[in-house]
């Protein structure tokens, strides 16, 4: 360290009395609680092994979360079939980097194309049939399920959300209100109780005799759900356009359609976006909720392995392994929608 | 047929006919839906109808705010659900309120290890599934304290293990009555003084000691109500009975674990907004209250928290109403909220999904249209007067 940056340091650090006693009261505090966690987590831990009688006492037993690192990813998918939920996760990631690096004018055509195939082939390769042994959606689990449920609800709930949004600002006083009502309803009720009432309803209120999977509930539930929120995010930016782009698009002869296709979507959608991500790492974590109806997702089966008997008192190292999961998955969007933020705020001045 | 084609190319018909296609449709659907919902209904043998509410309920609930016992019918299951709901809520809105602004003022402190550890905590638990956060708190903390046996004991009088938390009960609960209508009395005086204060300074531009006075009401008399009433009445201290204490109140441990999951994640959320509205608060006003002469913390209390309020209020109320939301995560540990009571028993009882459906989801539509009304009434009140 350099003389500049370390007076830098203790000038940041112990710069007055006061600063002084804070700094070292906190530091006394980081060290209270790091410590044991890192003894726990690294030190003490157990790596290599294959049952529990190979972990130590007294530190984390890494052990198990090797040997059920399977389940925590794919649930109780057949293993030998679990190449079919890697190519749909290869083909969806090839697919995302597709739209976001492709060159501007071949984006639309990109996302649509993707739109199109994926979410059906996504099904296909999971679900099977056609030539694939059928894998029922009773055996999903594990982090496939919570990437899965998430796409899948958003398939749904962007582009209703967008419609919900358009119909806010409709001048049709019956559109309106039946968009006002549908957003402040969905997001008046809480999810569990959506989900709850997705898959106690839908099979009531279908004709008799047409079974709807367990899974399908949740997935629409969720959509409706966050439908509305996605709504009121598009608004921010519907509201942020000048009332000019629209009256300007109307006076060259656009229909209401082409107008808000060519003209307000591609402004608005762009300063909504990071709102937009901000609703998709809600959903993410929202996925969760799925446990109350028996569904197993990433929580879901870090929740059921503690019961099992050959690895008992894995609650700590089951939670550890499952909540940085989900913490890396959602610091990372959130970050990629600061960056977009950031980087619409520089386009406008 | 020219004079329908214009008739079609009327901009005001053609509103029209698209709206009257919409309703159309919508009710259509809901025809089908409900027709379904009937015949599926009479298959399976359900009758509709609210007459089940009167019916008894048979349930054992382990959490009580009411006069609820398992003789009582379904619609007081129906209340003693939202009893339960409420108290979380407005417990977890109070906690998480106190430590998401002790956090965002941190986040907002000029101490760098301070601030750094404040955003440390933002983006945790942030970033985390609230799920995520009550599972934690009920598995993997409250599971793993003592037994009743080494409890944690808090002063002697309250004890902490796995069971939940044992509080002492007052004896005579009559008296708290009384400290209630001291301290209400008291609050009522302290507005009346400040607004007496308020209209004096307005007319003759003097101070009244109305900072003196208000800790006197406000606090100091309060204090001494509770007091007094807490030496008037007789406690019951829980006392430890071979394996588990007698006496006292439990707060069994979905209560605590929820709580402790909903204030630990709120506040994160209303640290940001605590920092966003003080940051919203332009550099010139405090510059140009600091030029008038005003000392620091009247500049804060006059300038400053005004101002930031009034950015703060919208996003808090989003979160106010969060709180009162995600109180049903609790039916994922069984805590005995509405959702879990009336949503999960009563239904699995009684089979009449869509009124137990539309009842549930009533009661968050109405208290969060009362919270929004309360809250725009109040925004209006502090709002910026222009000219």
Known sequence: MSAASASLWRQRLFGSPATGVVTLLLAAGIAWLAIPIIRWALIDASWSGTTRADCAAGGACWVFVKARFGQFMYGLYPQDQRWRADLAGILFALATAAIVFAPPRLRLKAAIAALVVLPALGIWLLAGGFGLRPVETREWGGLMLTLFISVYASLIAIPLGILLALGRQSQLKVVRLVSVLFIEFWRGVPIIAVIFLASLLLPLILPGGVGIDRLARAVIGLGLVIAAYMAEAVRGGLQALPPGQREAATALGLTYWKATGLIILPQALRISLPAMTNEFIALVKNTTLVLVVSILDLLGIAQASLADPAWVGMNMEAYVFSGSIYWLICFALSRWSRHLEMLGRRQHR | ?387
């Open chain 2, 1 to 387: 047929m020219t004079k329908a084609l214009a008739l079609l190319n009327d901009k005001r018909v053609r509103d029209v006919v698209y709206q009257a296609a919409l309703l159309l449709g919508l009710v259509a659907l809901t025809v089908f839906f409900v027709r379904n919902a009937s015949e599926n209904m009479v298959k399976a043998g359900i009758a509709s109808g609210f007459d089940f509410l009167w019916r008894n309920s048979g349930i054992d609930v382990p959490f009580v705010l009411t006069g609820y016992t398992r003789s009582s019918t379904v619609l007081d299951l129906f209340w003693a659900g939202v009893a339960n709901t409420m108290l979380v809520t407005v417990v977890a809105m109070v906690l998480a309120t106190a430590l998401g602004f002790l956090v965002g003022i941190a986040r907002l402190s000029s101490h760098w290890l301070l601030s750094t550890v404040a955003g440390a905590y933002i983006e945790f638990v942030r970033n985390i599934p609230l799920l995520f956060f009550v599972l934690f708190w009920y598995f993997g903390v409250i599971a793993a304290l003592p037994a009743p046996r080494d409890s944690v004991s808090m002063f002697g009088v309250a004890f902490l293990n796995n069971r939940g938390l044992t509080i002492p009960l007052p004896e005579a609960p009559a008296v708290f009555r009384w400290a209630v209508a001291a301290i209400l009395l008291s609050w009522i005086a302290q507005a009346l003084v400040a607004a007496w204060a308020r209209r004096r300074k307005e007319r003759t531009g003097q101070d009244a000691p109305v900072l003196a006075i208000g800790v006197v009401l406000v606090l100091v008399l309060p204090a001494l109500a509770v007091t007094w009433a807490s030496l008037a009445t007789g406690w019951d201290v829980p006392v430890l009975r071979g394996f588990n204490y007698r006496g006292g109140f439990v707060v069994i441990p979905e209560f605590v674990a929820l709580l402790a999951a909903l204030v630990t994640y709120t506040a994160g959320f209303i640290a940001e907004i605590v920092r966003g509205g003080i940051q919203a608060v332009p550099r010139g006003q405090t510059e140009a209250a600091a030029a008038l002469g005003l000392r620091p913390g009247r500049i804060l209390r006059l300038v400053t928290i005004p101002q930031a309020l009034r950015v703060m209020i919208p996003p808090l109320t989003n979160q106010y109403l969060n709180v009162l939301k995600n109180s049903s995560f609790g039916a994922a540990i069984a805590y005995p909220d509405v959702v879990s009571l009336f949503m999960g028993s009563a239904l699995n009882n009684t089979g009449q999904a869509i009124e137990i459906i539309a009842m549930t989801l009533a009661v968050y539509l109405v208290i969060g249209l009362a919270v929004s009304a309360f809250m725009n009434w109040y925004n209006a009140r502090i709002a910026l007067v222009t000219r």
